[in-house]
């Protein structure tokens, strides 16, 4: 199976996918599937892009909207976390993992989903200790805290991914697992970005969540994005232990290296998107169920109607260039047939749009515990405001230089009437990771 990794996909799908095209013509290969680490902006309209936390000069309709309306179908298969710049109304409709449009699925918050016979696993936004713990409180439309708040990892959705015992292929995280550095050249990562020394040498660059993820799962692959620069490293679990090998990608601009393409083993194709029977088992038990019940709950129910995730089914009106909407106001929280139908598959009552005051659920993602310990603190709505991490300062920093840059490229493209020359790195000889480089003193370059 031939799978390409994009890092941040920040609304350009348009351009990955001609990117895409480009690579399967020149090299006369066909990829199976993109994986998209975050950032993928799937905003469907003027009410979905209030939702997106981006300064408001950087508020731009990108391409999703094309897709969701039909108007574009992507043509790859393609899987996608969230990062910390997304619709985040339209991404919690799909709590537990959807359709965003067609050939386009969203893990979810946390989650496990099945390509073939290749087990993927995601957990979506960035880590921030002080939204940890709480519960998904947050609803659309949002406060200037809650629309950061509500893409900040919570524990809740962590604990579920640590049950996971059965193999991980392929593990997406948007912010990199804090302590990944120091298995890479670290050294040369620096040096290209002088910002990230004190954080890498203080052991504090990335996320405490995904770290315990990495060395709980190991998955074979783990890829990352969000500090928009490429970066490898081969992670081993023990002596003797199995590797891990990681790979953060830049975002989608002229030269840089947001895309990599590997083969992995696998059954022969065609391949499918399919719902993972241990994942959803995880999500059954989330009602303290033995989770041997709960997987022959979910083994009988996908015997009976197939493990294909339910279809997109689109939920808002989708942007129309000729007939702006900007001043249209919410009309409350959507509920996501695809979510409904999930959920009474695995008879699991609805709480995504319960305010924190209703909800009763002990085990529900809106409410704040450990499934471990089984404690119940009610989440605190006492969000500080400044709540800006240091990297999503970097971050929009770093997209007031690039954004000129693609500006220009754009230009000169339309001129020319070619492909956009984005980096794709589609070299001759790294674009392919082997399955059986030996890691070197356990650094790697892909
Ligand atoms: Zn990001
Ligand atoms: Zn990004």
């Known amino acids: 199976m ?9 609304g350009d799908l348009d351009k990955v996918y001609q990117t895409l095209k480009r690579i399967e013509s020149q090299n006369g290969t066909k990829i199976d599937l993109l994986l998209c680490c975050g950032d993928f902006q799937a905003v469907r309209n003027e009410r979905d892009m209030e939702c997106l936390n981006v300064p408001l000069k950087y508020r731009e309709m990108k391409s999703f909207w094309k897709y969701y309306s039909g108007r574009e179908i992507a043509p790859v298969p393609t899987i996608f ?27 979810g918050f946390g989650g496990v989903i099945k390509f073939g016979n290749v087990r993927i696993g995601g957990l979506s936004g960035i880590y921030n200790a002080r939204s940890y713990r709480t519960g998904h409180h947050e609803r659309a439309p949002y406060n200037e805290s809650t629309i950061r708040s509500v893409y900040h990892v919570r524990e809740y959705d962590v604990l579920k991914l640590m049950q996971v015992e059965e193999p991980i292929d392929i593990f997406l995280s948007h912010d990199w697992p804090v302590g990944i550095t120091d298995c890479g050249n670290w050294k040369q990562l620096a040096r290209y970005k002088p910002h990230f020394e004190k954080e890498i040498q203080e052991k504090t660059l990335g996320s405490k969540a995904a770290a315990q993820l990495l060395e709980k799962l190991r998955p074979t692959y783990w890829f990352s994005a969000h500090l928009h620069c490429k970066f490898a490293a081969v992670v081993q679990h023990g002596e003797g232990g199995p590797l891990t090998k990681f790979l953060a990608l830049d975002k989608c601009l002229p030269r840089r290296k947001f895309l990599q393409v590997i083969d992995i083993e696998s059954e022969p194709g065609p391949y499918e998107i399919q ?20 997987r022959q709950l979910v083994s009988s129910r996908l015997q009976e109607r197939g493990t294909k995730p339910f279809e997109f089914t689109p939920t808002a009106r989708p942007f129309d260039p000729t007939h702006s909407d900007p001043n249209g106001s919410f009309s409350g929280c959507l509920r996501n047939p695809q979510t409904e139908s999930l959920l009474q598959l695995l008879e699991l009552p609805y709480l995504l749009d319960s305010t924190p005051e209703s909800r009763e659920g002990r085990y529900s993602p809106s409410a704040a515990h450990s499934i471990q310990r089984g404690s119940f603190v009610h989440n605190s709505e006492d969000i500080p405001i400044d709540d800006v991490d240091e990297s999503e300062l970097e971050e929009e920093a770093d997209d007031v230089d690039t954004g000129k840059e693609l500006v220009l490229e754009a230009c000169s493209e339309q ?32």
């Open 2 to 10: 031939r799978i390409a990794i994009e890092g941040c996909m920040h």
């Open 81 to 107: 976390i969230g990062g910390n710049h997304e619709a985040s109304n339209y991404l919690w409709e799909l709590y537990y993992g959807g359709y965003v449009a067609p050939n386009i699925y969203f893990l």
């Open 275 to 294: 719902y993972d029977v241990e994942w959803l088992a995880i999500t059954r038990k989330a009602t303290q169920l033995e989770m041997e019940d709960c």
């Open 415 to 446: 001129k020319s009437g070619l492909p956009p020359p984005l980096n794709s790195e589609i070299g001759q000889s790294s674009w392919l990771i082997s399955h059986h480089r030996k890691p070197c003193k356990r650094v790697v370059v892909f």
